[in-house]
């Protein structure tokens, strides 16, 4: 029973094969993978001696290039490994005579089975590491609030989607003591781990000091100086902070180096003031505290650069004004909507290139 069960749980490899070659779009997957090497391995120096190349000499300089690169990205054992397995594939069958014998030595045998044996150290290597990443990006979820914020007199909508397994982007809620909903958006420098485990500090650096009572510039300034000692060298975050008072459309906030939030008002779009620098840059920033009210049926939208700066296949940013021309078409629905129609317009826009930095969203709107 153990046994046939055990059997049945494993996947068949014909079984998945055949559905490989039935679902897979060959020539669509051939190019995606081919460009994300390209971007990964080969620097802006090298892409920028591509131009001067012609395409059949720029093919072969991108192959030597990312072959040069992931053989020294090897450790030295595989290194070696990988090398000799190559010069046996070269060498192919070695025929020679003892005593009027014929020995046949398969070299391509044994050096193909080197290199898939150093294939399978690799592999192994990368799904530890992913599963590491997907523990992260669970522990990272489960530190954030799994519903949007319930404020009376407004609709809420948080969005966050990550580019890789783990996210350097802050979208948060909390009830204040004094009443007050805080809403926060930060968008730690770089991407992967460092800069997820930077945000988990931000995070919990603003909850344990945002009931202190303070006004916005002086929280800001707490936050800054605490980030400032407690990050990497030259590592920083845009935040913009929050404090929304239930049943009326007042909203305070304090913005540290983040985009100027967008405003819906009077069937215009509107543009925030520029903030003060980002956090952790200086420890000893000053940050100033501003106020805006909104009236039934306006909304502010928050966003961070993945918004903007989603690119195409082509290398075209979505930009600021294809964000502000979809907020104009869709300004009339709820929050959500207005919130899933830009994400979905984002989404469109970019296809099949890969996704290179984080993406959040919020979207408040009076009731």
Known sequence: MNRDRSNSDDPRLGKTLRNDFKQTDFIAEMKKEFRELKNFYIDEHKKERLQTMNSISGFFHV??????????HLTPLRRVLALVGFILLVLGRTT?????????????????????????????????????????RKVQK??????????????????????????????????LDNKLISLTMADVAGKGLSAA????????TIRAIANEGDSLSVLASK???????????SLFASMIYFNVEPGTGKLKYV???HLPPLIIRNDKIEECEKGDAAIGIMKDSKFSEKEIELQPKEAIIIFSDG??????????????????????KFKDRPADKLGEAITQQVEYFAGDAPRSDDLSLIVLKRS
């Open 63 to 72: 192959l030597l290039w990312i072959i040069k690169s992931m053989f020294l």
């Open 96 to 136: 020679f005579s003892d005593s009027g014998d014929t020995i046949v030595l398969d070299n391509g045998l044994l050096g193909g089975i080197l290199i898939l044996f150093v294939l399978m150290l690799e592999l192994k290597d990368k799904l530890l590491a992913k599963t590491e990443l997907e523990d992260g």
């Open 142 to 175: 489960a530190l954030l609030p799994d519903e949007n914020p319930d404020i009376p007199g407004w609709k809420a909508w948080l969005y966050s989607r990550p580019a890789n397994e783990v996210c350097g982007d802050l979208v948060d809620h909390l009830n």
């Open 197 to 204: 485990l930077m945000m988990s500090k931000l995070q919990s």
């Open 223 to 233: 936050v800054n100086k605490i980030f400032n000692r407690d990050s990497l060298p």
């Open 255 to 257: 913005n540290a180096g």
């Open 307 to 328: 918004v903007t700066e989603a690119a195409n296949e082509v290398g075209q940013f979505f930009g600021k004004e294809r964000l502000i021309n979809t907020i104009k």
